[in-house]
């Protein structure tokens, strides 16, 4: 596989119970491959993963709902990531897609495929686990606004690293694409234990694990894959951000399973 320039993908939108749900079409002529992004982050997440990938699949990376371009909800509920992923792909005619997700993306993903099996043909789960229990809190003391890009990214502190490409500017100064409060929410509702919907599919499975990963233990990711059927595990160096971190071995792993279905 050979590493090309990320192509500029067509942005779109739909309408989901009065809501705006932005997203992002990297185009190519092969089938279908539905991304879904952790929290902070959105669907130009995937783009290097795109360039990677070339022409063979056309990947549909999502802005979730509070995230990005995409409008807050009130609710950020499982119910509510769960249909807005398959409202998307109702909206695209998209049936029998490839469903990427990576952490929070990950369990919308393996929850999409339980609840909606007829739009889902196979998973790619990246750094996320059955049973979930994270705390963002931190993010609420990130500053609001901030009178520079370089000021706010000053009091992102050591987050600022992995948070560069949420930086926005807007009409009172410079912030971030998300509302940490509306992040903080999601993950309680995010927690807990979804074995259940992680063994009601046994369409074919790709389970990624970053080696230094401190949300997916090895041993919890092991028993993952080998209680679910046609489920595979491979760990890649890295931590929780195994498609940032070791982009060109992400890419090749998942070409790989690509390749195989």
């Not at 990531?81 to 998307?88: I, N």
């Not at 929410?185 to 499975?205: F, K, M, T, V, Y």
Request: hydrophobic share 40%.
């Amino acid at each position: 596989m050979t590493s090309t320039i990320p192509p500029e993908p067509k942005r779109a939108a739909l309408m989901v119970a009065g809501r705006r749900l932005s997203f992002l079409d990297f185009g190519g002529s092969g089938r279908p491959l539905f991304a879904l992004h952790g929290h902070f982050a959105e669907g130009r997440t995937f783009a290097r993963l795109a360039g990677e990938l070339g022409d063979s699949w056309r990947i549909i990376a999502l802005d979730q709902r509070g995230h990005a371009l995409s409008d807050s909800s009130p609710d950020f509920s499982r119910t509510g990531y769960v249909e807005d992923a398959a409202a998307a792909l109702e909206h695209l005619g998209i049936r029998g897609a490839v469903v990427l997700g990576h952490s929070l993306g990950g369990v919308n993903a393996y929850q999409l495929a339980a609840w909606f099996p007829g739009l889902v043909d196979a998973l790619i789960v990246e750094d996320i686990g059955a049973e979930v229990d994270g705390n963002l809190s931190f993010s609420l003391s990130w500053p609001h606004r901030a009178p520079t890009r370089t000021a706010l990214l000053q009091g992102l502190g050591a987050s600022a690293t992995h948070l560069v490409d949420a930086v926005r500017e807007y009409p009172d100064g410079w912030g971030l694409a998300f509302d940490p409060k509306d992040m903080n929410a999601s993950q309680r509702h995010l927690n807990g234990d979804h074995w259940d919907d992680w063994l009601a599919s046994d369409c074919p499975a790709l389970l990624l694990r970053g080696s230094r990963s401190s949300v997916l233990s090895a041993e919890h990711a092991k028993d993952m894959s080998t209680r679910r059927p046609h489920t595979r595990l491979i760990e890649l160096p890295a931590g929780h951000t195994i498609h940032e971190t070791v982009p060109v071995e992400f890419a090749a792993v998942v070409s790989g399973f690509l390749g195989s279905l």
